[in-house]
């Protein structure tokens, strides 16, 4: 799965995470979780088991997300599509093994009018969105990682 390149707004960002692949893959695949470590998150309910074709629906600041499961290669890759505000997006994150732990990469486009009318200010909005989301994604996977040695 890739994100549409040709996009008006696209935005990428990569953190390496002190855990293994299956820690971080832990936390990014618990849906529902994901409000009690990203306060960009503020609600998440998925309907259903984590596969292709589930749908699930969260909340991101003001904006209520739509969206369905379109792949999940466990714990390497999980991406979806989804539509606000008559955006649709698609995001990946993939999750590589390094030496440090976990090499985690995320890209998401948006497309429609308002991403060609709004394209500087919702790509810079989007880019510090995934920038932090991975910072928080790290202190969460990095605190699990902790908790398991203690």
């Avoid at 979806?80 to 999750?95: C, E, F, K, M, N």
Wanted: net charge neutral; proline share 5%; with cysteine.
């Amino acid at each position: 799965m890739e994100v549409n390149t040709r996009a008006p707004v696209v935005a990428s960002s990569e953190i390496v995470v002190g855990a293994s692949p299956e820690v971080v893959w832990a936390v990014l695949s618990d849906v529902d979780g994901w409000p009690d470590w990203n306060p960009g998150v503020k609600t998440a309910s998925m309907d259903g088991l984590l596969t292709v074709g589930t749908s699930f629906r969260w909340r991101a600041g003001s904006m209520m997300i739509n969206s369905v499961m379109r792949e999940i290669d466990t714990p390497r890759t999980i991406g979806w599509s989804g539509q606000t505000l008559r955006l649709p997006a698609i995001h990946v994150y993939r999750i590589e093994p390094c030496a440090d732990g976990s090499l985690v990469r995320t890209t998401e486009s948006w497309d429609g009018l308002l991403a060609v009318l709004f394209k500087k200010a919702l790509t810079r909005y989007l880019q510090r969105s995934l920038d932090a989301g991975l910072e928080y994604l790290k202190v969460e996977s990095e605190s699990r990682t902790a908790g398991q040695k203690s």
